[in-house]
């Protein structure tokens, strides 16, 4: 069983639509990273959580550290947010990231 | 100031050759992450350095695999004799301080091996 699980592993949705991706993860942590990845790209680092919630432009991203999880929210979601959305975990014992498989976001115009 | 930078983009072996990936960390940044993604499947944290210490390389495979990050010049992931399963794409992450300590965190592009 992975530590990280992500939901839902495939999500397609209209230009404009709100759109949560979810993350449960397994083991104690001391931060949370969410990542996005274009189609033959690079990785970027979208947030890191410790706690609460962190707002960029159009992206939300929240943790609840007593529930072992974290979301991803996009509000009015655009075709140019199709990537795939990769959330980490950083264990709060050792040096290494945990990551789930990912979510692939298509975005129709 | 450039990010993490990773070269070769892509690279092509023949199965039994030697593979050589560079990453240059951020300005700034002393700790070097590698991690491997391959087809299908999410990122595996592979090797984890400092300036000249490898600190933690228990996500890398005992044989045929190593890395470096010397006082000077970029960090340095080698893998030799190349297996058709070592094509995966492999990125590079570098930070500040220890990501425990809320270090910032960037990745590199990648590079895609691909073993012929």
């Known amino acids: 069983k992975n530590e990280v699980e992500q939901s839902p592993q495939n999500l397609t949705a209209q230009e404009g639509e709100f759109i949560t991706i979810n993350c449960s993860y397994s083991?104690?942590?001391?931060?949370l990273h969410w990542l996005q990845q274009h189609p033959g790209g690079g990785i970027v680092s979208l947030f890191m959580?410790?706690?609460g919630k962190k707002k960029h432009g159009r992206l939300i991203a929240t943790i609840n550290i007593q529930e072992k999880h974290s979301s991803l929210h996009i509000t009015a979601s655009h075709p140019r947010d199709s990537a795939v959305y990769i959330c980490?975990?950083?264990?709060?014992?050792?040096?290494?990231?945990?990551f789930g498989t990912g979510t692939s976001l298509t975005v129709i115009p | 100031n450039a990010g993490v930078m990773q070269n070769p983009r892509h690279l092509v072996r023949r199965r039994g050759q030697e593979a050589r990936l560079r990453c240059s960390p951020m300005?700034?940044?002393?700790?070097v992450y590698w991690y491997r993604q391959l087809p299908e499947e999410g990122l595996k944290f592979m090797v984890y350095?400092?300036?000249?210490?490898?600190?933690?390389e228990s996500g890398m495979p005992k044989e045929r695999f190593s890395a470096e990050f010397p006082k000077e010049g970029p960090s340095i992931l080698r893998i030799q004799q190349v297996v058709r399963g070592d094509s995966a794409a492999y990125f590079c992450?570098?930070?500040?301080?220890?990501?425990?300590?809320?270090?910032?965190?960037?990745f590199g592009s990648g590079t895609r091996l691909t073993v012929v």
């Open positions: 992450a570098s930070s500040t301080t220890q990501i425990s300590r809320g270090g910032g965190y960037t």
């Open positions: 300005k700034g940044h002393s700790h």
């Open positions: 350095l400092q300036k000249e210490n490898i600190i933690d």
């Open positions: 083991v104690g942590i001391s931060a």
């Open positions: 959580l410790s706690s």
């Open positions: 980490a975990v950083k264990r709060d014992t050792g040096n290494q990231f945990y």
